[in-house]
């Protein structure tokens, strides 16, 4: 089939690649020049594991193609998938300029039936106002072509976006046209073999089940760090507590690791738009606002206890700092717990020296100007002469570290652990002074 994805971030970009391996024919639109000509030299503007050589392959092969040539984009498919971003406005609502743009645009250049899928997460009741704002270029146009706006919220992970775009758990498909149906059944028919995936909706409750799952979700991981903040200060072990209450099916060993806050584009920006739609509609969602409230503490956790071990100022001191990306596998930093340590830390004076084994370009662009912050091409590197270590992302290769050169390197053998990497007895044992998340010093 024919599809055309506008927005080459990370929804549009993974759902355009994995739609061409299957075998559909996809050009993506994108108002960014120099991302479509690096995109064609192979230069992909994100980090994630798989994506690059998927995207090569299917461009050389001539099933992706990548363009700022609007109208050829919706000349191009029946189908046209909505992927760019909604960044919060001042008030944490979803920006949906960018959306209601491409309907426009999509409005303005087409010349037969076109249906428009809503990837990109938006507040419930934007399809309306995409289905608005195309009416009414159709009526400056004067003509009439039938369209059907359809909500199909994405699900991918950063870090395994590849992965569950090729094995989705569910396709949800939100539209009140079901001959709409067999279009995307067509569409989505490679992914959706053994058994059906496709769990189909009226389209104001599928654009709500987006915003239900990521605040399910981050309510899990939220829940879990004022566990966590119990058990510090009752003197119980979170990590046996995990273990016990995820062995409950009911509960589940997923999404309950405590740490030093959720971040990344999705959650922090869901939370927030979900309790403005709350508050638009006059209901206090008091439990999405605790959700946001825990979550924003928490990431202050590394800092304070780096004021509890050092002291108030920090003038002096240097900060070995392990990772920067708000979750392993990505370089993504938005929102991320290592920016509030940092930001922390550089207020009180101290220096960072800081590893992360893929957002060293990123940290570069978001702090390079700041002469307190030095980007260290090893974590064993990070480690010298500095006063402590802090670990703010649990990548793999941070998990088994040479602890003997960790002592002896360091000027004082103190870890501050946000991500419960390692055995507090063992550590203890070894001589290091060990805070973790909701195990007590
Ligand atoms: C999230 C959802 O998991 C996806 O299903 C969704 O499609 C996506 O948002 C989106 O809306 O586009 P993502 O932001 O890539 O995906 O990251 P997650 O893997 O969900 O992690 C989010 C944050 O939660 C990270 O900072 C992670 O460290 C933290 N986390 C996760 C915990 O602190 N504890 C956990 O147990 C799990």
């Not at 960018?98 to 990837?119: E, G, P, S």
């Not at 009226?202 to 981050?218: Q, V």
């Not at 959650?267 to 638009?280: H, Y």
């Not at 340590?341 to 060293?360: C, H, I, N, R, Y």
């Amino acid at each position: 089939m024919k599809v055309t994805v506008f927005g080459i971030g990370y929804v549009g970009l993974v759902q355009a690649a994995v739609l061409a391996e299957v075998g559909h024919d996809v050009m993506c639109i994108d108002v960014d020049e120099t991302k479509v000509e690096n995109l064609k030299k192979g230069v992909i503007p994100i980090y994630e594991p798989g994506l690059t050589p998927l995207v090569m392959k299917n461009y050389e092969e001539g099933r992706l193609q990548f363009s700022t040539d609007a109208q050829a984009g919706v000349s191009h498919g029946v189908i046209q998938f909505i992927a760019v971003g909604t960044p919060p406005d001042e008030d944490g609502s979803a920006d949906l300029k960018y959306v209601t743009a491409v309907a426009r645009t999509i409005a303005q250049h087409m010349t037969a039936h076109k249906v428009v899928l809503d990837k990109s997460t938006v507040p419930v009741g934007t399809a309306e106002k995409v289905r608005d704002a195309m009416q009414a270029v159709l009526n400056e146009r004067g003509v009439e072509y039938p369209f059907d706006v359809v909500s199909n919220p994405e699900f991918l992970k950063e870090g395994a976006a590849v992965a569950d775009c090729m094995r989705p758990e569910r396709i949800v498909i939100g539209t009140d046209n079901d001959e709409v149906v067999n279009i995307l059944r067509e569409l989505y028919e490679p992914f959706n073999r053994n058994h059906d995936r496709m769990i189909l909706m009226d389209i104001r409750s599928a654009e709500l089940t987006k915003y239900a799952a990521n605040c399910m979700l981050a309510t899990k991981i939220s829940f879990m760090n004022e566990i966590a903040n119990l058990a510090e200060q009752l003197g119980a072990d979170i990590e046996k507590v995990r273990q016990g209450i995820g062995s409950d099916s009911r509960i589940g060993y997923h999404f309950i690791y405590p740490g030093c806050g959720y971040g990344g584009s999705c959650f922090p920006k869901d939370v927030q738009a979900l309790i403005r739609t709350s508050e638009q509609i006059g209901y206090t969602p008091r439990l999405l606002q605790a959700v946001e409230t825990v979550n924003n503490e928490q990431k202050k956790k590394l800092p304070t206890f780096v004021v509890r071990h050092f002291g108030e100022d920090l003038k002096g001191k240097t900060f070995a700092v392990w990772g920067l990306s708000f979750k392993p596998n990505t370089d993504d930093m938005r929102e991320a717990s290592s920016r509030v340590l940092l930001e922390t830390l550089w207020s009180k004076g101290a220096k960072v020296q800081a590893f992360d084994p893929e957002a060293m370009d990123e940290a570069q662009r978001i702090y390079g100007h700041r002469d307190d912050l030095s980007l260290m091409g090893t974590k064993e590197a990070a480690l010298h002469n500095a006063d402590a270590l802090i670990i703010c992302t649990e990548w793999q290769n941070f998990r088994a570290p040479d602890f003997d050169l960790l002592k002896n390197t360091l000027k004082h053998p103190v870890i501050f652990d946000g991500r419960n990497l390692y055995d507090p007895e063992r550590l203890n044992k070894r001589g290091f002074v060990y805070y973790a998340i909701g195990r007590g010093e």
